[in-house]
């Protein structure tokens, strides 16, 4: 298993402002997987992008996945309050790997 | 049962009496997990436990933490003579392969 690193540390924007949030790695991936936390509690899975796709959307979501550079992006769209959160990522390696994770992208949304 | 269900929500012990915590996970997801996230951190791997095969304890920070996972079904986490340093939100999460649901955690104060 590996860790990602999240970039920036936090992020502060305004309602109806896109959010960019990034994640780097180190070897290999089967795929990889943003996760959202909110208030300290349990992670909800938001999107995962296999290692031969270049980019997904779900909703407001946008991954980018750059294999070679080992790096991947989460775009949230026209931000609400409610995206308010902190943001994992999370390479899986393959078989009977664990997920690990870093500390994350703390998102601040305001009105 | 629909999700992964953690109890207690919220546990207040003595330093050093002993803790046992529980994870009802997904029916029929093969993988558990335990992590641990300390206030402002990211989350920190303890054991994994995947079908019949042994459990990899390999996050255990010390021989105080034991975890066991019944019938492939139930799992508990046992921290013996709790340290204020064990304060923490415990997470579990199970996964029928790599995406996985956690559930809403146990927050755990040692006075």
């Known amino acids: 298993s590996q860790q990602g690193e999240e970039d920036p540390q936090a992020l502060s924007i305004q309602e109806g402002e896109n959010a960019t949030m990034n994640c780097s790695y180190k070897?290999?991936?089967?795929?990889l997987q943003w996760y959202r936390q909110n208030s300290g509690r349990g992670l909800v899975h938001l999107i995962l992008?296999?290692?031969?796709?270049r980019e997904k959307h779900s909703g407001r979501l946008r991954v980018t996945l750059d294999t070679s550079k080992k790096s991947s992006s989460l775009l949230i769209t026209a931000s609400r309050a409610a995206d308010t959160a902190s943001y994992f990522c999370?390479?899986?390696?393959?078989?009977?790997?664990?997920?690990?994770f870093g500390t994350g992208t703390r998102l601040q949304v305001t009105l | 049962g629909a999700g992964v269900s953690q109890s207690p929500s919220n546990k207040v012990t003595e330093k050093g009496k002993d803790v046992e915590l529980r994870c009802d996970p997904i029916?029929?997801?093969?993988?558990l997990y335990w992590y641990r996230q300390s206030l402002g951190q990211g989350l920190e791997f303890l054991i994994y436990f995947q079908g019949n095969s042994a459990p990899d304890k390999s996050g255990l920070p010390s021989d105080r933490f034991s975890a066991e996972r019944t019938g492939g079904s139930v799992s508990t986490l046992t921290i013996q003579r709790t340290q204020q340093e064990d304060s923490a939100v415990y997470l579990c999460?199970?996964?029928?392969?790599?995406?996985?649901?956690f559930g809403s955690g146990t927050r755990l104060t040692v006075v």
């Open positions: 992008i296999r290692s031969n796709e």
């Open positions: 999370a390479p899986y390696t393959g078989t009977a790997s664990k997920l690990t």
């Open positions: 070897t290999s991936i089967n795929n």
């Open positions: 029916s029929g997801h093969t993988a």
């Open positions: 999460a199970s996964s029928p392969t790599y995406v996985y649901t």
